[in-house]
C-alpha cells in the first residue's frame, strides 16, 4: 500500500468507528523533540514514543507506546510482557508487519497488522491527559483525539487485547 493510502486508510477508519480527531500536516516529524514542538503540542495533548520491540529469535514482536520522556529500561519491559531479552527490532520489520518507515511508527499501524504478530504493550503514564496525539503512519501529518476514545474505540478495533505496563 502506497503511504498516502494508508494514511487515507487510518483517517477512513478513525471516521468509521465514530473518533472525532483534528488533523494537522506538518514537516515530516521523526523525533520526539520534533513532536513536541508542533504548534499543536497543547499541555492536555499526549505525544507517545512507539518503539517495536521482538524478542532474541525475532518470533514474538511487541509494540510499545510509553511516554516521550520516560527512559526505555529493557529489563523492567520485558519483565512485565514475560518476555526475556528484548530488544529493538529490525527497520525491516516495521514494513513487513506493519507497512510503515522509520519515524512513523504508531498503533493506528496495527489495522495493519493482517497476522496479528505484533503484542500492543501500554505505559499506563500515557492515559493520563485528555488527549493522545499519533502520526496516521506517516510522520509528516498528527492526529489528535481524546484518550477515551484511544482505550474504547481505537484499541478495541486493533484486535488485540493490550498489556498495561
Same mark, same amino acid.
Given at each position: 500500500?502506497?503511504?498516502?493510502?494508508?494514511?487515507?486508510?487510518?483517517?477512513?477508519?478513525? #471516521?468509521?468507528?465514530? /473518533?472525532?480527531?483534528?488533523? +494537522?500536516?506538518?514537516?515530516?516529524?521523526?523525533?520526539? *523533540? !520534533?513532536? &513536541?514542538?508542533?504548534?499543536?503540542?497543547?499541555?492536555?495533548?499526549?505525544?507517545?514514543?512507539?518503539?517495536?520491540?521482538?524478542?532474541?529469535?525475532?518470533?514474538?514482536?511487541?509494540?510499545?507506546?510509553?511516554?516521550?520522556?520516560?527512559?526505555? #529500561?529493557?529489563?523492567? /519491559?520485558?519483565?512485565?510482557? +514475560?518476555?526475556?531479552?528484548?530488544?529493538?527490532?529490525? *527497520? !525491516?520489520? &516495521?514494513?513487513?508487519?506493519?507497512?510503515?518507515?522509520?519515524?512513523?511508527?504508531?498503533?493506528?499501524?496495527?489495522?495493519?497488522?493482517?497476522?496479528?504478530?505484533?503484542?500492543?504493550?501500554?505505559?499506563?503514564?500515557?492515559?493520563?491527559?485528555? #488527549?493522545?496525539?499519533?502520526?496516521?503512519?506517516?510522520?509528516?501529518?498528527?492526529?489528535?483525539?481524546?484518550?477515551?476514545?484511544?482505550?474504547?474505540?481505537?484499541?478495541?478495533?486493533?484486535?488485540?487485547?493490550?498489556?498495561?505496563?
Amino acid at each position: 500500500m502506497m503511504q498516502a493510502d494508508v494514511r487515507e486508510a487510518v483517517l477512513a477508519h478513525l #471516521r468509521a468507528i465514530g /473518533v472525532d480527531f483534528s488533523f +494537522h500536516t506538518h514537516l515530516p516529524a521523526c523525533t520526539m *523533540e !520534533e513532536c &513536541l514542538s508542533l504548534p499543536f503540542a497543547e499541555d492536555d495533548v499526549t505525544f507517545c514514543k512507539n518503539i517495536l520491540l521482538c524478542n532474541r529469535q525475532e518470533t514474538a514482536f511487541y509494540l510499545y507506546v510509553t511516554l516521550p520522556d520516560r527512559a526505555f #529500561r529493557t529489563s523492567e /519491559v520485558s519483565r512485565a510482557l +514475560h518476555s526475556s531479552r528484548l530488544s529493538f527490532a529490525r *527497520e !525491516e520489520y &516495521l514494513e513487513t508487519l506493519l507497512h510503515l518507515h522509520t519515524g512513523s511508527l504508531t498503533p493506528l499501524g496495527l489495522w495493519f497488522d493482517e497476522g496479528k504478530r505484533v503484542q500492543l504493550a501500554l505505559d499506563g503514564g500515557i492515559l493520563k491527559k485528555a #488527549r493522545i496525539a499519533f502520526h496516521p503512519c506517516r510522520n509528516d501529518a498528527t492526529v489528535i483525539f481524546r484518550t477515551e476514545d484511544f482505550i474504547g474505540k481505537v484499541v478495541p478495533s486493533l484486535g488485540r487485547e493490550p498489556v498495561i505496563i
